[in-house]
Structures are given as C-alpha cells and as structure tokens.
C-alpha cells in the first residue's frame, strides 16, 4: 500500500485547511485509515481514524469540533478537513492505513504510512 499525503502549508489562525491522503496498491475499502501529527520537537500524535466503512471516526480532543476526517472510496482517498486552525496545530501530518474493518488510535496499529505534509499555522 502506497500512501501519498498532500494539502499542507501555511495559514493564519482561524483558517481552515483540507488534507488529502491518496492511497494506491490495495483495495482501499479493506483498510482504515488515520492521521497523525507530530509538531517540532515532540513525538508523533494521533489526530483522527476512520473505519473502513467511513461511518465510525474518532478524534484526538484537542482536535474534536474543528476537524473531520472523511473517504472517498471512488478517489481511493481520505481527507482531514481541518478548521479554525490554532497555532499548536503546527506540525508534520501523517496518513497511515491499517487492514481491517475498525479504526485505530494507536501508531503501532497502523502498517502503512505515508510521508507527511507539514502545516503551518501562523498567530
């Protein structure tokens, strides 16, 4: 399974901002799907994970209201639609796939990773 993150750049607070995780090399509707981040100089953080359905997701709470996490399976891709951005927000986010039908919180769940797309978000 190949991963390939897109979407990240530089904003304002209060912005909003959508990333997109194209995913290729297996059937996309057998895996979950998640987002991560880790911000400068701290370890890697669960964001967001959908289930393979896409109609189970769950949130990291310093995330929860502002952002959703959604597939297309027709575009083999999962989104992170991220909204009234703050600047602890700032970090390198991750795509990652799991085989399976439930979502996952934890990194060590994941078998795919894609490689990262850094947002920035200015005060």
């Known amino acids: 399974v190949q991963l390939q993150a897109s979407g990240g750049g530089l904003v304002q607070a209060g912005d909003s901002l959508r990333l997109s995780c194209a995913v290729s090399g297996r059937t996309f509707s057998d895996y979950a799907m998640g987002w991560f981040r880790q911000p400068p100089g701290k370890e890697r953080e669960f964001v967001a994970s959908i289930n393979w359905g896409g109609r189970s997701t769950d949130f990291a709470d310093s995330v929860k209201g502002r952002f959703t996490i959604s597939r297309d399976t027709a575009k083999n891709t999962v989104y992170l639609q991220m909204n009234n951005l703050r600047p602890e927000d700032t970090a390198v986010y991750y795509c990652?796939?799991?085989?399976?039908?439930?979502?996952?919180?934890?990194?060590?769940?994941?078998?795919?990773w894609g490689q990262g797309t850094l947002v920035t978000v200015s005060s």
């Open positions: 990652a796939a799991v085989y399976g039908f439930g979502y996952k919180v934890h990194e060590y769940e994941y078998d795919y």
